[in-house]
């Protein structure tokens, strides 16, 4: 097969879809590589480590989409992408379909086959295509709030730890699965008084288990958020719904009683966000402040740390990309349950529950496209 890889073009992304090592292992199966031009200089690999694995480096973005039958990327494909993006073409990456109604509706005029791979589900119910990145948004929802919590970055001036005589600060993770117990372990590593909430309550007796002494656990409803905000100086949104829009949890009406330099870190925003007032930021500008309360919500968070994202995510993603490639995307998809649920729109219908229920578009059985 003819593997396409960009170079992504969202504000600040400087991860890459494939490295030389998984080009090379591409090229051993008997695949084509084209990589376009610096790809993956951001991730610290430059074009001729992409060569000497035997890739084939193409200047434009242009040139990559036009010979590539199946096209490998980071993030969604971005407005200037849209067109590019061939009928029947592979495109195997990071959607979020339910948060982007004009890309949802450009993939349908595209025809293309999209394959997310935050849809991409084992039978345990596990994102394995997710996890790894959210385990590098989740470490990094605490480096943030720390930073914002900084009185020069418009925050109360609470130190994570504390120090002796002086408690230190309270940080509320909402959501309790991959970034939510990241965040939580990094939040009591730096001596934080931490709460995680969960619905399931299977989830929080495991994690009552396993965290440390300074985190504690609280089933998540409304009662207990509104509650909980008022005293909190970090809160980190961490709630997922496989494919669906996140449910608001923190609302509008809750900010004027928090106190003031609060720091909401609403990792959920690429999902649309689980607290109302947060809408998508960039990494050039990624935070704002509504009544005293400063907002990040960063859609590409692993984006600044480019160089542990590209290889923890290219660990999980090379191998499906390379069973995508060896068997043709129907195949794999028919013999894998897994990457069958990545499949999100293909020739033009949206074949995932989620992302039809969110724009109230047409659903088509999976099945029927893998005929
Ligand atoms: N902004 C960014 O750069 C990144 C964002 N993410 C996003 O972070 C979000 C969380 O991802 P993961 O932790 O991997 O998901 P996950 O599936 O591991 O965990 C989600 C948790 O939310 C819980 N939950 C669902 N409804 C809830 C509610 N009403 N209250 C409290 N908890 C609730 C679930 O029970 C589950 O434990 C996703 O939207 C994911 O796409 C992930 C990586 C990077
Ligand atoms: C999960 C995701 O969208 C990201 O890592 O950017």
């Known amino acids: 097969m003819i593997i396409g890889v960009p170079k992504e073009i969202k ?24 990589v376009q031009h610096t790809a993956g200089m951001g991730s610290g690999f430059e074009d001729k480590e992409f ?18 039958e199946m096209i490998i990327k980071v993030k969604e494909p971005i407005e200037s ?24 509706h450009a993939m349908i005029k595209q025809k293309g086959v999209c394959l997310a791979y935050e849809t991409v589900e084992l039978d345990d119910r596990s994102l394995p295509l997710l996890v790894p990145m959210s385990e590098v948004a989740g470490r990094m929802s605490i ?41 939580a372990k990094m939040a009591a590593g730096l001596g934080a008084d931490v709460t995680i909430m969960d619905v399931n309550l299977k989830r929080l007796r495991y994690l009552d288990d396993v ?9 998540s409803n409304e009662y207990n958020i509104r509650h909980m905000v008022q005293s909190h100086d970090v809160i980190v949104g961490a709630v997922l719904i496989p494919g ?8 509008k009406d809750m900010l004027p009683t928090m106190q003031k330099g609060t720091v909401l870190v609403d990792v959920a925003i690429d999902q649309g966000g689980c607290i109302e007032t947060t809408y998508p930021t960039t990494h050039d500008n990624p935070v704002f402040e509504i009544d005293g309360v400063i907002h990040y919500s960063v859609a590409n968070m692993p984006g600044a740390v480019p160089r542990t994202s590209t290889l923890a995510l290219t660990n999980a993603t090379l191998p499906y990309a390379i069973k995508l490639a060896n068997k043709g995307w129907k195949t794999a998809c028919k013999e894998d349950p897994a990457l069958k649920l990545g499949l999100n729109i293909v020739d033009g219908q949206v074949v995932y529950q989620g992302v039809s229920e969110a ?13």
């Open 11 to 34: 504000n600040n992304e400087n991860r890459v879809s494939l490295t030389p090592a998984g080009a090379a292992e591409m090229i051993k199966y008997g695949h084509t590589v084209y």
């Open 51 to 68: 060569e000497a694995a035997g890739a084939t480096i193409l200047p434009t973005i242009e040139e990559v989409y036009k010979i590539a």
């Open 81 to 104: 992408e849209y067109a590019l993006i061939r009928e029947g073409q592979l495109v195997y990456t990071y959607f979020h379909f339910a948060s982007c109604e004009p890309l949802t």
């Open 143 to 183: 480096q943030e709030g720390a930073k914002y919590l900084e009185k020069l970055f418009g925050g109360r001036g609470v130190l994570m730890g504390g120090v002796a005589g002086v408690p230190p600060a309270k940080v509320l993770v909402i959501g309790g699965g991959i970034v939510g117990t990241e965040a």
């Open 211 to 219: 965290m440390p002494a300074n985190v504690k656990t609280m089933m």
């Open 244 to 251: 669906a829009v996140a449910p608001n949890l923190v609302t």
């Open 359 to 371: 724009f109230d578009l047409p659903y088509c059985d999976v099945d029927k496209v893998l005929v």
